[in-house]
């Protein structure tokens, strides 16, 4: 099986992030589904503005580029006030612009997160699902990965503690492995 890239990016720049957290266990389940992980940061960006379109700046070229070398996209976000972080909003701002230039059209995408409220991050995902697909990102849909994390969820190396959570997250990865083999063999033929 392919080993692939999936670039993450966190909708948080909080410290300490639990979201921060999850995606650093999430990448320890990589190498049993052949997925390997590459931080993409968003506190760096400036505020997206029209401004930019016509002299795109180092910061927002980089930041595409991260995303554009990856087989795939990974996004793990925290809820706030039932929606996505701004600074996630434009994150994806910058990786949608300038008009006819955006990062996402066929780019295999998943979207997490996880919280210690009990509802999780489902209304946040849902809404940046929507987001995403409007524009043309190929997001996986089943199954979705809404996280609560409790006391204990993480062991002393940060890894998930439970075996049934780590199954279920593998068997998530793997999904979206499998959306990224798709997509791959489409562009490919």
Do not use: C
């Amino acid at each position: 099986m392919p080993v692939y890239t999936v670039a993450v990016i966190v909708g948080s720049v909080s410290e300490p992030s639990l979201n921060r957290r999850f995606a650093d266990a999430l990448e320890k389940l990589g190498p049993a589904v052949d997925l390997t992980f590459r931080d993409v940061a968003i506190g760096g960006l400036p505020f997206y503005g029209t401004q930019y379109d016509k002299d795109f700046p180092a910061e927002g070229r980089a930041f595409k580029e991260a995303i554009t070398s990856a087989d795939g996209l990974l996004i793990v976000t925290p809820e706030y006030d039932r929606s996505i972080p701004g600074v996630l909003k434009n994150a994806i701002d910058w990786a949608s612009r300038p008009s006819g230039e955006s990062v996402f059209p066929g780019r295999p995408t998943a979207v997490t997160g996880a919280t210690t409220g009990a509802v999780s991050t489902a209304v946040a995902q849902n809404h940046l699902k929507a987001i995403l697909t409007a524009q043309g990102a190929a997001v996986l849909g089943v199954p979705e990965a809404y996280i609560r994390i409790g006391d204990g969820f993480f062991d002393d190396d940060g890894a998930i503690a439970s075996a049934g959570t780590r199954t279920f997250l593998t068997g998530y990865l793997r999904n979206f492995h499998d959306l990224i083999a798709r997509w791959s063999r489409d562009i490919a033929e």
